[in-house]
């Protein structure tokens, strides 16, 4: 071997190997023994957003996956670094998102004799990944790290991880064998799905959806990761068939298109005779899909990159493939023998009529300006200041109980890929993370988050995160004084030795969260009337630097769990 000087160790190739593989972004928390990777990353020309905690950054890194369709990155410490950023893996996991955690571990001779940070993190990890890979030597790097990133994405997209031990991070090699070991890092290969292949799928499909007499359409965030929207686009307008997305397939087709069942989704779902799911799971969100919510004799079609999903489901008709090829697909066959409902169909009027109804009474109510706030005054405000955005139409970014509930009703999705909620599994702390990977992955775009205080207070701290690297993003705080609300304690349960304290959902009132930014230089604002939030909406929005809007609510004004209920 060459002499030290002309030698590279395994932070390098670790970092030489993401930027072979076109990683341009990573998320993480830097200490021992992975301080030295994210600098060489960075001087590769790897952009490190570096976080206060592994959970908010692993959270960005799932989030990250979702908006470009390439794994995100999280780097973390050993042991307890590791654990912190499960949170992030395992929400990769639930979502179904591309993403890769990359851990430092304790030197691999030091194993089982209680060395610093010791812990089996591939055995921590497993129930969250898909593939966790162990470098045991600096040669292994290049190839772990292109194994772990291609099963990111393959069939139906997770989390992975990679294990780099202290002393394979130390280890070095002359760079001449580094370069050869980086140029032949083996890549795969995506395959297409062909009209050939499926064509027996394919006609049947078609074929049932001609037949049927009330179709419907549901789509989730499975086809906005496909980046199916073209595609949906022109299987709505070919057949005239109406469509439910689920909370963040919102804007795939516009919110404000006609033939949009949102507002009339009990309707929709609880008498569609053929139901054609792209890229949702019939899960808690779809009511499993089963009644009283669904008709019982519903037949439902679905497309998913699982195999495995469509097993557990036991649909009518079931497709495997990936939500743009397949919707594709369905459309060169439709158009060789075009059908179309049209708007004097009855199914599709009930719809209209529906919806049409719903919509005026929100209307009504939304147009009263309630002070104190209730939820639905604010989020009007809201909504109509970020639909007058020029540009690119805002990432919005969504988590609470009652705030997320609220706003997936009234703020108005029109592009895809512009609502980030707490999703599959119902994540609350995604908040921050989730704005610092969409003001990085799409730059253009201004980030607004909508958050309840208590979504708010998992994260605040990253505002600073926020404030150093100048991201354009407005924080909404909805601040109702706790978990719902203020103390909905009934009397009886205000009782023994510690009645005394607050309630297990209050927080301190009318809290300062807009001083928080203002004390790393961001700006803050606290409202508490209509015409307040409006000048701060305009003047934080047109500035598209870092904010909070503290926005002071009726502490009474929400319902506990938001709209879930049972879910509690």
């Known amino acids: 071997m060459a002499d030290d000087s002309a030698a590279i160790d395994g932070n390098v190739l670790v970092a030489k190997s993401l930027h072979r593989l076109g990683v341009t972004h990573m998320f993480g928390v830097v200490g021992i023994p992975v301080t030295s990777l994210a600098s060489r990353a960075m001087a590769l020309g790897i952009r490190f957003i570096a976080f206060h905690n592994e959970q908010s950054a692993g959270y960005a890194a799932s989030a990250y996956g979702y908006l470009t369709g390439r794994p995100g990155i999280l780097l973390t410490v050993s042991g307890p670094g590791c654990v912190h950023g499960l949170a992030g893996l395992s929400n990769a996991w639930a979502n179904t998102w591309p993403m890769v955690m990359i851990s430092g571990s304790c030197d691999q001779r030091d194993v089982g004799r209680g060395d610093f940070q010791e812990l089996d993190q591939i055995e921590a990890v497993k129930s969250f990944s898909k593939l966790s890979e162990k470098a045991k030597d600096v040669r292994e790097i290049p190839n772990c790290v292109s194994r772990v990133l291609d099963r990111a994405v393959e069939g139906r997209p997770g989390g992975c991880y990679l294990d780099v031990p202290s002393d394979v991070l130390r280890q070095k090699i002359s760079e001449s064998e580094a370069e050869k070991l980086v140029a032949e890092i083996e890549v795969s290969c995506k395959q297409e799905l062909s009209k050939d292949s499926l064509r027996s799928e394919i006609e049947s499909v078609v074929s049932l959806l001609r037949k049927a007499e009330r179709p419907l359409i549901v789509f989730g965030k499975g086809a906005a990761y496909s980046r ?114 049209g708007k004097s169909n009855p199914w599709v009027e009930s719809i209209s009529k529906k919806a049409k109804e719903n919509g005026e009474k929100m209307e009504i109510q939304l ?101 150093r690297y100048n991201l354009a993003v407005v924080i909404i705080v909805f601040n109702n004084g706790g978990v719902y609300g203020g103390d909905r304690r009934s009397p009886e349960e205000i009782s023994g030795p510690y009645k005394e304290d607050p309630a297990p959902t209050s927080f301190v009132p009318n809290a300062g969260y807009h001083k928080l930014i203002e004390a790393f230089g961001g700006k803050g604002y606290i409202v508490e009337t209509p015409g307040e939030l409006k000048s701060a909406l305009s003047e934080s929005f047109a500035a598209r630097k870092p904010a909070v809007v503290n926005v002071i609510i009726d502490p009474f004004a929400g319902a506990e769990s938001g709209r879930l209920q049972h879910k509690n």
């Open 228 to 341: 199916a929207e073209e595609e949906l686009k022109k299987l709505v307008e070919l057949t005239g068939i109406p469509f439910l997305p689920t909370p963040m397939g919102k804007g795939l087709l516009p919110d404000t298109h006609e033939l949009s069942a949102t507002a009339a989704r009990s309707l929709a779902i609880g008498k569609c005779d053929v139901a054609l799911v792209v890229g949702a799971r019939l899960n808690w969100l779809l009511h499993f899909g089963e009644s009283p919510k669904w008709d019982k004799e519903v037949k439902f079609v679905l497309v998913d990159v699982s195999k495995e999903e469509i097993e557990l489901r036991k649909p009518h008709l079931g497709i495997v493939g990936d939500a743009k090829s397949v919707i594709g697909l369905l459309n060169r066959e439709i158009k060789d023998d075009p059908f179309c409902l």
């Open 367 to 467: 147009a009263k300006d309630v002070v104190p706030f209730n939820f639905l005054t604010p989020m009007r405000i809201i909504r109509d200041a970020i639909l007058a955005v020029q540009g690119p139409s805002p990432v919005v970014v969504s988590e609470g109980a009652n705030t997320m509930d609220v706003g997936r009703s009234v703020l108005v999705q029109k592009e895809p890929r512009t609502r980030l909620d707490a999703g599959t599994w119902g994540t609350m702390g995604v908040g921050l993370g989730y704005c610092i990977a969409a003001a990085v992955a799409s730059p253009d775009r201004l980030v607004v988050a909508v958050e309840g205080d208590s979504g708010f207070g998992f994260s605040a701290m990253e505002v600073e995160t926020l404030v």
